[in-house]
Every structure is written in C-alpha cells, then in structure tokens.
C-alpha cells in the first residue's frame, strides 16, 4: 500500500517563497516516479513538476519552470517542491502523487496511481 501526504501549504503574498513537502511510503517500486499537481477552483488539475527514482530526471510545466524546483530524498521518503517569486495565479491545492515508470517523468495525470489529500496554497496580490 502506497501512501503519500503532502504538508507545507499556506497564505503567502506575491512574490514570497514556499516550501512543500511530501512524505511518501509503501513499495518503492510504485514510487518509482513522483509528481506536483495542482488543481485551481474551476480547473482542471494540471501537472506542474515531476522527478524520477534517481533524480537526474526532471519535468516542469512551463508556469513552473525557472520558479519552481522539485526534488526528493530517497532516504527520508520525501519529495519537496519549492516555490519562489510565486504569483496570484499559483493559488491552488497542491498534489503530490506517485508512480510505477521508470526512467522518464510523464506529465499526464493516469500515469500516477497514488495521490494525497493536497495542500492549499494561496498567494495574495
């Protein structure tokens, strides 16, 4: 059973720096990729950053690229997702979610299995 939490969510003003993490747990083969969605009041959910097994690998959405950097810690089972210069627009709820591929970072949302509850994240003009 695979289990992911995301924490690190909150009210922050254009601009501002934040940090979310996420705890991941369960087989590692099911966490094999892992990803950072975000899904805005009448959005559809979108990705916004993933990261494989080894790291070496990563994806950005093109909003999140250049402000946005996703890593992982194997040995504590985490995934951060750090956020600078974030704007209004970044306003949303956060997901973080795992997968079986290997090797690349896809960007479709059936390609993750495993999600958590999210995060809220709001950004004030």
């Known amino acids: 059973q695979v289990q992911v939490a995301e924490s690190g969510g909150g009210l922050v003003q254009a601009g501002d720096s934040l940090r979310l993490s996420c705890a991941a747990s369960?087989?590692?083969?099911?966490?094999?990729?892992m990803g950072w969605f975000r899904q805005a009041p009448g959005q559809e959910r979108e990705f916004v950053a993933g990261?494989?097994?080894?790291?070496?690998?990563?994806e950005y959405a093109s909003t999140a690229k250049d402000r946005f950097t996703v890593s992982r810690d194997n040995a504590k089972n985490t995934i951060d997702l750090q956020m600078n210069s974030l704007e209004p627009e970044d306003t949303a709820v956060y997901y973080c979610?795992?997968?079986?591929?290997?090797?690349?970072?896809?960007?479709?949302?059936?390609?993750?299995?495993?999600w958590g509850q999210g995060t809220q994240v709001t950004v004030a003009s």
């Open positions: 990261i494989n097994w080894s790291g070496a690998t990563t």
């Open positions: 979610a795992a997968g079986e591929l290997m090797g690349w970072v896809p960007t479709q949302r059936d390609r993750y299995h495993y």
């Open positions: 369960g087989p590692s083969f099911y966490r094999n990729v």
